[in-house]
């Protein structure tokens, strides 16, 4: 039997498949995050290419606590309040949990990580048993090891 400390979402660094839905113009598609930064626009410096927005429209930036975070650099929605972030020295931005919206001129984009790794649903989501089990999870892991190293892989 699983044990509750081991339904954590505490999996290992930039686990879960994290990815954008991204639909506008017609059609959608789904693109991986990889990158410790992944810019959307439609200037050459784009990760992310899209007609009808800014050349740098935003940026998710995969942080040191295995975080996505969300800084647009252009006017759109959010469902989710906008903050300062430490992640992107002090501008607004929010942290990317599983089904978080967006957008960026007429784009739209929906934030997907696997519920074991997404970091803001405890005892591994919905199918690990969260709602049933409701202790404290452990503390996060220190992940700045991984972070580092993804910095020097780019």
Known sequence: MTKAEDLTTHAGWGAGYPRLMIT????HREVPLRESVTRI???PEADIRLEGVAAVAGEIFHDENDEYVFIP???GE???RL????TATGQDGEVLRTGARFTLGEWTFVYMRDEYADHGRPFGGRE???GELQPDQPARPDYSADAEAAKNEE
């Open 24 to 27: 506008g113009d017609g059609g």
């Open 41 to 43: 626009g439609s200037g």
């Open 73 to 75: 650099h252009q006017e």
């Open 78 to 80: 959010t469902n989710a």
């Open 83 to 86: 903050q300062p972030m430490e």
């Open 128 to 130: 690990g048993g969260e």
